[in-house]
């Protein structure tokens, strides 16, 4: 078949493949940026995020609490960035430091373990350095490492237990810490045993959606990791997807009562595909008056 086209109809028709070119070369900057900017530069670009908050405890004592999570310790996040992250934290003058789990990926594969607590040990806070368990803490061989790295680190690990603290002002502080429930057994009845209920309650918790099991009433404010924030979220859509048990909570500060809060913090490093968009690491302050 001849098809003749008249000198206007090939000017269209040149603009039209033109513009078509256009249109995919623009599209192509823009994914190739994006790219560029979800895979190397936001998992790097660290940030600190602050709070205040006032327990019902009424008092005038306050304290500054610093959260970190999720560092995932491996081929995406090396101990050089861990030193970094420690003098950040450092840097924040911390009453108590609370690391809410996930600190190697995969632990049995991580060469560099051994060199771990020499670095995680000079994390310094006032009153103590307060850990729990996450799920990659028992997976992945993490299960045979995570209690005696922390514990060489001068953590204090509470899995299913509490430390009461007795601040300079006299005023109690419980620190309760729960087990991960994926490969983990947590047991709030014994996490709670022999708290003092005069105190103030600070809950420690890898995954945020476990705090309507133990009840709003049960603590000032918890503390908890694990969903990363998404790692990729949409904005004003939020988390593309989040992992089983930050389902509810994904991200963020989480008013439960007048004076309850919980804090789902984005974790430090990443985890499967080492990408972020619109959700950087984070440390998180909290500056309490309790
Ligand atoms: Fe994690």
Known sequence: MLIILSKKGSEG?????????????????????????????EPKR???????LEFSSGGTDS?????????HLG???????????????NDLEPDIIAFTGDLLDVASEFERRSETSGILGKLSSRYGNYAVW????????????????????????????????????????????????MLGKPDVQKAYSGVDDRGAKLLLLHQPDLVDEIGYDNFDLA????????????P???????????????????QLG???????????????????????????VFDITL
């Open 223 to 234: 503390l908890a990791g694990h969903s990363h924030g998404g790692q990729v979220v949409v």
């Open 46 to 52: 660290l940030v600190t995020k602050e709070y205040e």
């Open 258 to 284: 007048t004076h309850t809060h919980l804090y789902v913090n984005s974790g430090i490093g990443t985890t499967r595909i080492p990408i972020r968009f619109w959700s950087p690491p984070e440390i998180s």
């Open 63 to 71: 304290i500054r609490v610093v959260q970190f999570s999720d560092v």
């Open 134 to 181: 996450g799920n990659h803490d028992h997976g992945g061989g993490g299960v045979r490492f995570y209690e005696d790295l922390m514990m060489k680190s001068g953590f204090t690990l509470l899995k299913n237990e509490n430390s009461i603290i007795e601040l300079e002002s006299g005023q109690v502080l419980n620190i309760i810490g729960l087990d991960e429930a």
């Open 236 to 254: 004003t859509f939020g988390p593309v997807v989040t992992p089983p048990l930050a389902k509810k909570y994904r991200k963020g500060m989480y």
């Open 75 to 89: 081929p995406n996040y090396s101990l050089e960035q861990l030193e970094r992250l420690v003098d950040r934290v």
């Open 13 to 41: 028709l040149k603009r039209l493949v033109f513009g078509i070119i256009k249109c995919l070369v623009i599209a192509s900057v823009v994914v190739a940026g994006l790219a560029v900017y979800s895979f190397k530069i």
